[in-house]
């Protein structure tokens, strides 16, 4: 039953976003150097998908056959896991692809509504962010439904089997996320620090300036990076917060004392985020504004919508819940640990905006330091986001401990665990739209590229500015569910990884005999990771290293593939002296090229970085490291890419707080100071933050996916030294 | 005897430091302009400490009054406690107080020494420094060994009573240290900043110009942060590491199989500490070299004292533990662990080298991203720190396994648990030398500002460089000692507090009766620290979030007083056009009042930071949220701290690298570049960094001496809920 409203919910989703698209697709791209801009975006952003998603297909294959080997050669995973893993990677995919497609067409046609109204602007943009929203939380209900639908109805698996096939479903989307995320974070980081240093600091022009050789570069990589790049990573939450939830349902199923069973359990995340997916539906009803409306009653619309979604979900799923069959008075727990979720991921989101908004104080302050220079900037933003972290810590901290205690883990701690996993699932249940109002910024930012480059009027730049600034403060609150959620879903993936190892050691190692089944007798109860196990606190201190190495490798990937683009374009400026005179034409698709290539090739590392450390420490220290270095890289993690995410975010609103006049102006020393603050923020917000978020989720579901596999060569090893 | 022994030993080390501080004193200042200048630094720093000592009385009395409480009107801790914790204070004070008097009387008498040679001006350098890390080590050996002879011999307390007195007396040279190091290094680095900012970038005058109204405030802060700041801190290093495992040794005594007795396990620190002593002392005298000896021969015999002290200490260590009385085939086991931690001490050290060093591959290419302008350079340097994180922290997870097993934790977790603690003496026994090799690099600086100030021959301040750039290749070896001995020591720290809980929960409380019985009962044996307990989980975050402020509030704490003296220097400059034509005298005293009020205003707030947080936890929470705290604090604060010392560390090497000529050299553009990256790394190696290893150990200690008050009230907080 619960399965047909899931689907329904998920179809009305992509209907949704159907007619939708459908409506800007019919709008007008204005003039034909607006079409002509918007064209080449196109291309280039379709020519880098096409890059990347060969370079994944290639990596995907050879999971593809390592997973096949293990499924059908040992038999020690599920045989439908490979193909799990490949439709997750598929459509995690599909729904950037989907996404960024409509973006790249709507840009030039917000610029063009743009000039009729704020609010005509606002809309198109803000129903190509819709679109994305919904073909995400879509298309991750109906896959999910299809996968469940599949294994129950047609292979007739039982319940506890069918989890651990969706959690290699969400491994695959995590999979393909972080290559987004990281590929298309180093694209588009390198094209907007290639084209800001040689265009704006050596040259003198402004930017978005057709000059500028690195401009389609860097129109393309908000595209491929800020639109599809976070359509693959939130889909990736939000399967994944699902998945992890459910498989935790099955372990709550097993030791409920109430009698509750494997179905009710996994139905129940599916249920919330079904309810989700209809009320953000109906939220968006809710952004409407009259035709002449200022920014901030347009703000107040989007905020309405988000708030008529949060309010509709909380009161819809008590009552689902509490007439869902089979719950009993469990409903109650279950209810309140979804709510610790949803108004923890509210409170994160406002302290978000707090800290990175120009109306607050912090941003304010740093703003003020400009005055004295780079350096101060740089630690004025670095101390900013540190001390962001304390409120979103503290939130998560306290949302873990009540979800956890509301859901009855004081009698049953695995339901206590299954709460926490609710309470990423009711974080979440609101993506619909937040991811919708989170989207449509990188469409105005790039609608605004477009009206400077085909030279609409100053008007119109002033609109899309507008919306832009409005886009930074959605985005911030995104942001900020993003992060709650990945904390919640991590923590619930630990768990599940811990009854995995138990599971691992009863009931396959046993069966292969001799030091197997010697080895599983360790972990064929509760095994001990107490914080005075010396494997816990060696491999603690790994996993929390772990965040700054994997960010240390996309920085520098950045770096250097922002160093080519800077080499390519003073290079077409000397060259071509006609550039700068605007006589002829820079070589756009060379900037283009050099970013994919850039992107291509130093996404590798840091990708393999995730997904290969759990299994080493698996085989060569054992399951408790591997737990610990998964709590270690989560709470390290955790804490900074919040930093990263606030203090990127500071920066770039303190350089426009600037921009609009205050201390002096744009090119005034204090801006010069501001943009280098920028410059340090965007790899920070945009590349290394936010990739931090799946790195945490998919070294645990590789750990869980494979726990069978390392645990029989940690056997192995040990063995070694007998 | 052992006692005996190390009483010979500090003596020894106090007697060396005196002769040689004789030597050193009965140099020449030189002209009488040096001698003015120098007084006017020794006036200022003396000015500094005793404001920081009056306002650290004041918080040290109110401690002694709540462990007072505790002790005499309560009954919770032993009455020897109050005055452990403020005699600890006293010596750690007093330990950088001694190393700074020298250091700013010794300053002059190096600028002239290096008129003759380098060789010579080395000598009296590094004298000066020996003096330093032997008033440490002697002052630290002298006053464990009295305080263990006062409560053994004269109180005759039992020896597992020691230890937890022992602890409090750590826990006050912790505060003091946390004190020294957060106070002087806002004091130096605001100084710094505020001397560079106005006069160097905005006034283009050299740095160490006389006609800077900053730089006698610069010079003094090298000396209070430098050098005073360092020696509290390393004195605070290396009591605690021997307290820790002091304290640990009960434990695994009493947990002994093969009748291992508390007096051994106690003596052993002790004993190795001891010979440490011995051979740092023998060690200098390697450190000769010819007159006209060139920097790499000085670099060569500098090395060679500090190997000789390790081999020595290694086998002579081996020796004695050998025929340790009552150790039995345990001796090999506890040697072995301590190798663990001598060996990664240097491995550290050379890696932190490897990073910080402009003659390996990381900062050259630092220095190549000055071409492009400060946001790579920061971005860079970032990464660089970062990336530098991974070589430590694998190798302290490889010396917590190693010595852990190898002292025999596999049959006897506690004993493992002590060899972790036995690893970190080991890794701090030779700090009589390597504390001399670092802390003689202040001196040579301050002797280059002074030969600048006093207009001294070019060659002179050539001279007074290199030897500063040497300093600056030690210091870095001797941080990475700082930072692995802190992780093993809060790690021994956090196997303490466990047991404290387990002993509060058995021996104290029960006899409280009622609700506390009640409570203890859960405490009493072996509970749940486990990684899927929530409150675990939650804390684990808390504490991860906690290094980040704590550096969030240190670094913005720079940046006030920062502001505070770039505004002062500003107003001079104004008020009197004569300071730049260099007619009149700047207001020197102004600069130093106003870095000493920042200083004292803004130390408070991170230091109460870290004793408060483990009680409120304590408190709210319990003990196991304290241990996970702890525990996620010391895991993010450990990786925190090596990141930032070292892209510290690679941003000032990189900058003088391109100031000897390097790309452009001195005011070219990448030199500016990297000013700004040099700029941000001073708060980062100098202020927020080192005083995270306090922090870490302090917080551990904190929870230590509170345990069972902490315990008490969170008993009285949970039956609110009752």
């Given amino acids: 039953m619960t399965i047909l409203y899931t689907l329904v919910g998920s179809v009305c989703a992509l209907v949704f976003a159907f007619l939708l698209a459908r409506y800007v697709l019919a709008q007008d791209s ?281 309010v509709g979900i909380a009161v819809a799923s008590f009552l689902y819940i509490m007439f869902f069959p089979g719950l009993g008075r469990a409903y109650l727990g279950i209810w309140t640990a979804m709510m610790c979720g949803l108004v923890a991921g509210n409170v994160i989101a406002y302290f978000t905006e707090y800290y990175t908004s120009d109306t607050y104080k912090p941003t304010r302050q740093l703003a003020d330091t400009t005055l004295t220079g780079p350096a101060t900037v740089i630690i004025g933003g670095l101390a900013v986001g540190m001390k962001s972290t304390v409120i979103p810590v503290v939130t998560v901290a306290a949302s873990i401990l009540g979800s956890y205690f509301l859901a009855g883990g004081a009698y049953n701690p695995v339901r206590g665990l299954y709460g926490i996993g609710i309470a990423a699932v009711g974080m979440l249940s609101t993506l619909g739209i937040t991811l919708a109002t989170d989207a449509y910024g990188p469409v105005a930012d790039n609608a605004g590229g477009i009206a400077e480059m085909a030279g609409l009027e100053a008007e119109v730049r002033t609109r899309t500015d507008a919306l832009d600034s409005l886009g930074n403060t959605t985005a911030a609150t995104g942001k900020g569910f993003a992060i709650g959620s990945a904390a919640l879903t991590a923590l619930a993936l630990i768990a599940e990884y811990d009854q995995k190892i138990i599971e691992a050691a009863r009931e396959v190692l046993p069966k292969m005999g001799g030091i197997y089944a010697e080895y599983a007798r360790g972990f064929s109860g509760a095994f001990d990771s107490g914080l005075t196990n010396p494997y816990v606190v060696a491999c603690l201190f790994v996993g929390a290293m772990l965040p700054f190495l994997f960010s240390a490798l996309t920085m520098q990937a950045v770096g250097r593939a922002a160093g080519a683009m800077v080499q390519e374009v003073r290079r077409q400026f000397k060259a071509d002296p006609g550039i700068m005179a605007g006589t002829s034409k820079p070589d756009y698709a060379a900037c283009v090229g050099i970013s994919t290539k850039g992107a291509q090739r130093e996404m590798i590392a840091p990708a393999l970085l995730a997904i290969f450390t759990p299994l080493v420490i698996g085989i060569f220290v054992g399951p408790v490291g591997v737990m610990a270095s998964l709590a270690g890289a989560l709470a390290s993690g955790f804490v900074l890419a919040i930093m990263m995410a606030n203090a990127g975010g500071a920066w770039d609103n303190a350089k426009k707080y600037i921009e609009r006049g205050n201390h002096g102006g744009k090119k005034s020393e204090p801006h010069k100071a501001a943009v280098v603050g920028d410059t340090v923020g965007d790899p920070f917000k945009d590349t290394s933050g936010p990739a931090l978020n799946i790195l945490l989720k998919l070294m645990s579901m590789v750990s869980i996916v494979f726990v069978s596999a390392t645990m029989v060569l940690n056997a192995l090893f040990i063995n070694l030294f007998r």
């Fill in 30 to 310: 204005g003039t034909d150097t607006m079409r002509e801009i918007s064209l080449a975006v196109q291309k280039g952003a379709r020519a880098y998908l096409s890059q990347q998603y060969r370079v994944v297909a290639m990596i995907f294959a050879a999971l593809f056959l390592l997973l096949a080997l293990l499924a059908y050669a040992f038999r020690l995973i599920s045989p439908f896991v490979p193909f799990a893993f490949v439709t997750g990677g598929f459509f995690s995919g599909l729904a950037g692809y989907i996404g960024m497609t409509l973006a790249t067409k709507a840009n030039a046609k917000t610029a063009w509504a743009a000039r009729k109204s704020l609010n005509s602007g606002l809309r198109v943009a803000f129903f190509t962010g819709t679109v994305m929203g919904m073909t995400v939380v879509g298309l991750g209900l109906l896959d999910l439904s299809l996968w469940y639908a599949l294994l129950k109805l047609a292979f007739q698996l039982p319940d506890d089997q069918i989890p651990p096939i969706m959690i290699t479903f969400g491994m695959g989307a995590s999979t393909m996320a972080l290559f987004a995320r990281v590929g298309g974070g180093i694209f588009t980081k390198a094209a907007d620090v290639g084209a800001d240093l040689v265009g704006k600091v050596e040259a003198g022009i402004p930017e978005d300036d057709p000059r500028n050789p690195a401009v389609i570069a860097d129109n393309v990589g908000d595209n491929v990076g800020d639109v599809a790049g976070m359509g693959a990573d939130l889909y990736e939450s939000y399967v994944g917060s699902i998945v992890a939830t459910m498989a935790l349902g099955v372990a709550a199923a097993h030791s409920s004392t109430r009698g509750l069973q494997a179905i009710t359990m996994i139905q129940i995340p599916l249920a919330v985020a079904a309810i989700g997916v209809v009320l953000s539906i109906l939220g968006t009803f809710f952004v409407q504004a009259k035709e002449d409306a200022s920014q901030s009653v347009l703000l107040a619309a989007l905020r309405k919508g988000v708030w008529f979604s949060t």
